[in-house]
Nanobody, 125 residues
Framework: QVQLVESGGGLVQAGASLRLSCAAS????????TGWFRQAPGKEREFVAA????????YYADSVKGRFTISKDNVKNTVYLQMNSLKPEDTAVYYC??????????????????WGQGTQVTVSP
């Protein structure tokens, strides 16, 4: 099993940037599918971004394309989510997720086996 711990969330104004980190232990991200999801109050958890291996082409939700960038460092066993041009609509708890064995449905919750505890991102107008 792998344990995931997110960090880097906070309160920022619209237009600002944040970088979220997801540190893994008990395993390696080298061949894990890794992704980010978010959940706003009163809403279902939704897909944000995913990447299979370092250097691979990431997959993004339409709402964050051009603004967010997912990356992974296999040496550090860490996945990052660089968030630029943040909007109030981005306010949510952000969760890191990983899957040892996976298919092609990278944007679905059930694809992932491991989840972090979440980190709060709040964007004020």
């Amino acid at each position: 099993q792998v344990q995931l711990v997110e960090s880097g969330g906070g309160l920022v104004q619209a237009g600002a940037s944040l970088r979220l980190s997801c540190a893994a232990s008990g395993g390696t991200f080298s061949y894990y599918l890794t992704g980010w999801f978010r959940q706003a109050p009163g809403k279902e958890r939704e897909f944000v971004a995913a990447i299979r291996r370092a250097g691979d082409s990431p997959y993004y939700a339409d709402s964050v394309k051009g603004r967010f960038t997912i990356s992974k460092d296999n040496v550090k066993n860490t996945v990052y989510l660089q968030m630029n041009s943040l909007k109030p609509e981005d306010t949510a708890v952000y969760y890191c997720a990983a899957a040892r064995r996976y298919g092609s449905t990278w944007s679905t919750l059930r694809e992932y086996d491991y989840w972090g505890q979440g980190t709060q991102v709040t964007v004020s107008p």
